[in-house]
């Protein structure tokens, strides 16, 4: 590229630069600027005609006051100018001008887009090369419809320059990624190998040309590189002999590695490090030679302890890669001896003065820690913590709260870990992990004692952090009874303890507090009446604030009504937690976005033992008795302020519920509770929903709207406020004009304590609740039932039971599912059958339907012994139809009963306008599902 | 309590740097330059919170203080102490800018030695500090003249010495109020405040105790009532409103006010300070007296041009003479050139800032001046409308735009041989702008 001559350096544009430099302050800056604004209007004023030069200072000026951060809103059409101008230096500003500033709807692409067109088409390659660069770097969906056909003619063409062809290739590359259906895939492909050709002799020319050329006495670092991370974007080769050339290739770099420098200048060492890096990451990619990953390990030992800092990062970061990778973590391990000097020089590292680099030291520690040198690598996580720099403090304590809860062999070292944790950064201590120490202890019976021992000597220190004495408050509450025999921590002092603590602790605390006494009261009626002093006092009967004033007086007249039963049932110990996966774990994996971190499940596992037996599945009633998520959470238990931050996803948890009943409660959190009555009739619905605030305060600016894509919701408009503990009605009206498949979705929006809370919930409007029974004679029924052969017109399915057979609550499904029961009609008094007529605004379409129970239950393989002796079924649903005929092919092959299905739909329908039947199923892995459909 | 004080030049760099308490470490130097002088964002927040500690600043011209706790202290307190500050440093050595700092340094932290006392603020009246904090060499003192500093701070009059001996006993009074306002194009006011100051410089020998007096509605209700007024009725120096007394909103008293005395009496009684002080602020917002009125006249005529037309008419007697008057203009962003005629004064484009600028040097009461100007705007290519910023204005009148009148202003002095009538008194009037400005 032409260098910019002497002549051309802008004298303006460099007083102008030098001005803004030596402002003394903002103000003036802005000054000098609005300044040079109006100067460069009065100058772009039509009527005065511009040279090029002048033109493009002033465009350059413009630049910089853009980049500067503030508003260009003139001068594009100045810019557009210089495209066309013939001077490299001014076409090259005006590109640079379009590529930063103008946007894509802007009116002016069009002119734009012309002027790239002439230097596309002119033979200059200088003008080529910036008309190209322009359109990667602005790289629009615009661009890209433009240009997608041109690019690769320029490509292609003979004539074109190594350099032009190059930029093109680049181009394509650009606008293939961000807009890849415009590029002509067609054509595309008979250029790939041109294109590829082209590369290649780009590749080999650039090969070539650096075959003899040594940089610092390294061999062509930068070829090296780049062949180098290349290979890394491949699997490991799959031949032997190709497998140990480059073997060979990588430990010949690891060898040169280890000679002696040939040059103190820094570049030789960069060049050589830098290749000798990318070849420890293509080691690690492949993962395969232990004899190479062991030297990469070494290597990189030694260069955790060298001077240099970027280094010490480097190594750090590719030792964290090392060790999370599978294999070499084994590999890694036979050599433990380097693992633990590249530990002890990673801990050294806690005292670099980087802290990029103390961070990767974290992160390596973390990735290395095992149940081996868990507790060492914790207790120097937990020293460098009192030192460590703020930005990476929550994120040291979120992995000290990781690993002592995965390796913890002995509980106490747990407890005495995170006691430690919140004494040292109490700060940085989220809320999750304080919650895990308490569902850790209250699911351990071991070390319940040991905690409230720890956490009793640890809140005597005379300053301690608000954490702890949550932690406190929570675990004295439930346990201080383990401890109360010594004299020394007895049920007053215990009390006077955490008391002392009160008045310096936020609202929620004290609350938590609150109810911390009174579990005492229950679990130490002596100091019954001291507590009872402390709650009826005015700070605490008269407080300000609601919540405690509330908890106060009820937990007050609970101590004075309630006998001692009743207020040990109330105030009993809290139940085990139910397991899930560990919420700090969660945490830090959000904090690091997904795939960063090493896999850590097992983690569960190994600390709470197995509880996941607890479920249980008898509630025939409920079809999908999951356990609610995060109703059962710790802080539901003590306060409503710290509820989770609003929902958006649409919550269908209850939704299968309603299959079969019309009434009950479809939502609810810690806030809201909605609930459904629901009537209907023919192709029309009526919906009343009941919204009940369940707090003590206002929803203010509540709203809900229902969006349906098949039905006609009207809903009547809401009042915008609910008050604390009140219900409110809405109505909705439905109509079903067709058949449909999807659920309207009810949006709910309100203001809760300033915070916008969305709610979503799918309202269980399915086409089943538009059935008509009908009645029929058991003749008309296995008529119909026959005619209706139609692959199209009949739906079935084979499912395994869940629960356990019973005739009254079967029947009772089928009728709420809304078709009629004809008795007698099957000649089989196991089966059952329905008929009806689903009601639509446009058609009524009759439906059959028949249920048979397997009795002698086979399971799928048929090899093994049925789980259960007892005849299974679960619930069927049917299928739109207008005739229903037995599928009896079907009965007993592989599953515990089937339903089939037959009906004629006025169009051929898909497998999910019928009826979703695995609505009703959830979806187990003991289901068997069979469907049949014929279109 | 304030944990340390910084003074930042416009770099960021630490000028002065005074911790008064262990929690405040160096870091929290860094900490304040990286998070709001050098933010990305302008921080117009005077409070900012970083890591648990509070930083307060303030800014002078190019000079950031900023005070640094860890505690949750008042946050008005420190500001007052900050502004205090200032005020002090004024007095020492005249503008606050990067230069006089560097040089004054060393008195800089004696004086934060002074008037911070573990992150206490002290006593930081100007006249009491320049007793013993002196710029000049210290002469000799005496053993009584050192006990004397001790029970002059601690004792109960913190502002005043003790054997204070003037020739001529002489006083000046400086009600001083600026003005704002907010109006209509239509000429309908949108809001409008006065906030004023009563400066006093006393001269006086001994400890006299003086009593102030002005036109407070209660007050002279309540003589009304009594029926004694002898005062009421005097011609007004000012604007000619006529009006006998004024509505004062909200009022604050320097420290030497005996405030027991005002919530009883409403009488203002005091032992002056020596030299310059703030006696009193207030704040009026009825029957203002506006002493300009702006009328606009925006006319756009095609893309490209826009034609003002600015009135202003002088609303006060015609022998009093306002002085400083400065109108400024907003012109749009894409303006490209404007040409100006006015009648009076002098008209300047300022495309620095955006604005006309039109000075007139006097311009005496119920009058009125005009000036008009065509802008030339440059077509772009964005949509947005002007926003057609307000009309501002400059001015100085030599009357009280509130109406507030000085009444009297009584000296006794018992132990030395003065009355009220051997005192000069001087009384001047000032009414500035605020933020005057007229929308368009």
């Known amino acids: 590229m032409p260098a910019v001559s002497k002549g051309d350096g802008m004298r303006g544009l460099a007083v102008f630069i030098s001005d803004i430099r030596n402002c003394k302050s903002k103000e003036a800056e802005i000054k000098r600027i609005n300044k040079e604004l109006a100067n460069i209007r009065s100058k772009f004023k039509g009527d005065k005609a511009l040279d090029g030069y002048s033109k493009k200072k002033y465009v350059c000026k413009l630049l910089f006051i853009f980049l500067l951060g503030h508003d260009i809103d003139f001068g594009h059409m100045e810019a557009v100018n210089l495209l066309s101008s013939n001077k490299y230096t001014e076409k090259q500003i005006g590109y640079l001008f379009i590529s930063v500033l103008v946007n894509s709807n802007s009116d002016l692409i069009r002119l734009i887009n012309n002027g790239i067109k002439n230097d596309l088409a002119s033979r200059n390659p200088t003008f080529m090369n910036l008309a190209l660069h322009c359109i990667a770097n602005v790289g629009s969906r615009e661009m890209a419809e433009a240009f997608a056909s041109e690019i690769p003619r320029v490509l292609v063409a003979g004539d074109t320059m190594d350099s032009v062809k190059q930029s093109a290739a680049l181009c394509l590359l650009r606008l293939n990624r961000t807009s890849p259906d415009l590029v002509p895939m067609g054509e595309w492909t008979t250029r790939v190998v041109h294109l590829l050709n082209d590369q290649h002799l780009i590749v080999t020319s650039a090969s070539i040309d650096l075959q003899d050329y040594t940089y610092y006495f390294v061999a062509a670092p930068w070829l090296s590189v780049k062949l180098l991370r290349l290979l890394q974007c491949y699997p490991p080769p799959e031949d032997a002999a190709l497998r140990s050339r480059l073997t060979e290739c990588l430990e010949t770099i690891l060898n040169k590695a280890q000679e002696p420098p040939k040059s103190k200048k820094v570049q030789h060492s960069n060049a050589k490090n830098a290749v000798l890096f990318e070849a420890i990451a293509l080691i690690i990619h492949h993962d395969s030679e232990p004899t190479l990953l062991v030297r990469a390990c070494n290597q990189l030992g030694q260069f955790l302890q060298h001077r240099e800092t970027n280094l010490r990062y480097l190594a750090l970061e590719s030792m964290c890669t090392l060790a999370s990778s599978e294999f070499s973590h084994e590999a890694v391990k036979t050599h433990m001896e380097t693992v633990i000097n590249a530990l002890k020089v990673s801990l050294a590292q806690f005292g670099s003065r980087d802290v990029s680099v103390r961070q990767r030291a974290v992160d390596l520690l973390y990735a290395m820690c095992d149940r081996s040198n868990a507790k060492q690598i914790v207790a120097e996580m937990l020293s460098y913590l009192e030192t460590a720099d703020y930005s990476i403090r929550e994120e040291i304590v979120l992995k000290v709260a990781i690993l002592a809860e995965k390796y913890a062999v002995d509980y106490t070292w747990y407890v005495d870990t995170i006691l430690n944790l919140i004494r040292i950064a109490g700060d940085y201590v989220s809320e999750e992990v304080w919650y895990r120490v308490i569902q850790i202890v209250i699911n351990r019976d071991d070390v319940q004692g040991y905690a409230a021992k720890t956490v009793f000597e640890a809140l005597q220190a005379p300053a301690c952090h608000e954490n702890l004495v949550k932690v406190g408050g929570y675990i004295l509450g439930e346990f201080g009874n383990l401890i109360a025999g010594d004299s020394r921590s007895s049920p007053l002092v215990q009390f006077n303890l955490l008391h002392s603590k009160f008045h310096l602790c936020s609202v929620p605390t004290r609350a938590l507090l609150l109810s911390a006494y009174i579990k005492f009261i229950n679990l130490f009626p002596e100091v019954k009446a001291t507590i009872q002093d402390v709650l009826r006092s005015d700070s605490q009967l008269r407080n300000a604030d609601v919540e405690l004033q509330q908890r106060a007086v009820e937990y007050l007249r609970l101590s004075c009504i309630a006998s001692t039963d009743i207020l040990a049932t109330v105030l009993e110990e809290m139940p085990p937690f139910p397991e899930r996966e560990s919420s700090i774990l969660a945490k830090l994996k959000k904090k690091k976005g997904p795939g960063k971190l090493p896999d850590m499940d097992d983690s569960r596992r190994s600390v709470n033992g197995s509880t996941d037996s607890t479920h249980s599945f008898t509630d025939v009633l409920n079809l999908n008795p999951a356990p609610s998520s995060g109703a059962n959470l710790l802080i539901d238990v003590f306060s409503e302020s710290s509820a989770p931050a609003a929902a958006t996803d649409v919550s269908e948890e209850n939704f299968p519920r309603f299959v079969c009943k019309n009434n009950g409660v479809i939502y609810e959190n810690q806030l809201l509770q909605i609930g459904l009555k629901s009537e209907y009739r023919q192709n029309l619905g009526r919906m009343y929903v009941f919204y009940g605030n369940k707090t003590s305060t206002q929803f203010l600016s509540f709203s809900s709207s229902v969006s349906s894509s098949d039905l006609n919701v009207h809903s009547k408009a809401v009042d915008p406020v609910i008050e604390g503990g009140a219900q409110m009605q809405q109505i909705l009206n439905i109509e079903c004009v067709s058949d449909f498949s999807d659920a309207p979705v009810l949006n709910i929006q309100f203001r809760y304590g300033g915070a916008l809370q969305n709610i979503a919930v799918k309202l269980p409007v399915m086409l089943n609740k538009f059935f008509q029974p009908t009645e029929m004679m058991s003749q008309d029924f296995f008529q119909r039932w026959k005619q209706l052969g139609a692959p199209q017109q009949e739906v079935q399915k084979i499912f395994k039971a869940k629960h356990p057979m019973d005739t009254e609550v079967a029947k009772a499904k089928i009728l709420g599912f809304g078709v009629a029961l004809l008795d007698g009609v099957d000649p089989n008094p196991a089966n059952f059958v329905g008929a009806g007529v689903v009601h639509t605004k446009t058609t009524q379409v009759g439906c059959l339907l028949r249920l048979e129970p397997n009795m002698q239950a086979q399971t799928p393989n048929g090899n093994a012994a049925p789980p259960a002796t007892d005849p299974s079924f679960p619930f069927g649903a049917g299928l739109p139809g207008s005739h229903l005929g037995i599928c009896s092919r079907c009965r007993g092959e592989q599953g515990d009963g089937f339903v089939g299905l037959k009906g004629t739909w006025p169009k051929s329908h898909e497998l999910k306008v019928a009826f979703d039947l695995a609505s009703f199923l959830p979806p187990d892995g003991r289901v068997c599902e069979r469907l049949l459909l014929r279109t | ?440």
């Open chain 2, 1 to 440: 309590m304030i944990g340390g004080l910084f003074i930042y030049n416009h770099k960021g760099e630490v000028l002065i740097s005074r911790v008064y308490r262990d929690d405040i470490g160096r870091n929290a130097v860094d900490a304040f330059r990286v998070n709001v002088i050098h933010a990305r964002q302008q921080v117009r927040s005077p409070v900012t919170n970083i890591a648990r500690t509070s930083f307060f600043h303030v800014k002078r011209s190019n000079i950031w203080l900023a005070a640094v706790t860890k505690q949750n202290v008042n946050a008005a307190m420190v500001f007052e102490f900050l502004y205090k500050m200032c005020d002090v440093m004024t007095a020492y050595f005249g503008k606050i800018s990067e230069e006089n700092i560097k040089n004054n340094f060393v008195l800089i932290y004696e004086l934060l030695d002074e008037i911070l006392d573990f992150g206490y603020p002290q006593n930081s009246e100007t006249g009491a500090l320049k007793t013993f904090i002196t710029q000049q060499g210290i002469k000799g003192q005496t053993k009584e003249e050192q006990s004397q500093i001790t029970s002059q701070v601690t004792g109960q009059i913190g502002w005043r010495r003790e054997g204070i001996k003037y020739r001529r006993n002489e006083l000046f009074l400086d009600v001083l109020e600026s003005v704002n306002l907010l109006m209509s194009p239509q000429g309908q006011v949108l809001s409008a405040h006065v906030s004023g100051r009563v400066v006093m410089k006393s001269y006086l020998s001994g400890m006299p105790e003086c009593k102030f007096g002005m036109n407070d509605k209660i007050v002279i209700d309540k003589q009304g009532k009594g029926g004694a007024s002898d005062d009421a009725g005097k011609s007004d120096l000012g604007g000619g409103s006529g009006k006998q007394s004024i509505a004062i909103d909200d009022c604050t008293f320097h420290q030497c006010v005996r405030l027991s005395k005002f919530d009883s009496e409403r009488s203002i009684s005091f032992i002056p300070p020596d030299g310059e002080y703030e006696l009193m602020r207030y704040r009026t917002t009825k029957d203002i007296i506006l002493p300009f009125r702006v009328i606009p006249l925006v006319r756009e005529v095609g893309r490209t041009k826009l034609e003002v037309k600015v009135v202003i008419k002088s609303n006060f007697k015609p022998s009093l003479l306002a002085q400083k008057i400065e109108v400024r203009i907003p012109t749009p962003l894409n303006t490209s050139g404007v040409q100006v005629i006015c009648m009076k004064g002098k008209a300047k484009y300022k495309a620095s800032e955006n604005a006309i600028v039109w000075k007139i040097k006097r311009m005496a009461g119920m009058k009125e001046s005009q000036i008009s100007a065509e802008i030339e705007l440059l077509p772009t290519n964005d949509k947005k409308k002007w926003a057609r910023p307000p009309i501002s204005m400059n001015f100085e009148v030599p009357f009280a735009p509130s109406g507030l009148k000085v009444r009297y202003l009584k000296v006794f002095e018992s132990k030395l041989n003065y009355s009220d009538h051997d005192v000069i008194k001087w009384v001047r009037y000032i009414g500035r702008s605020g933020i005057y400005e007229t929308r368009c």
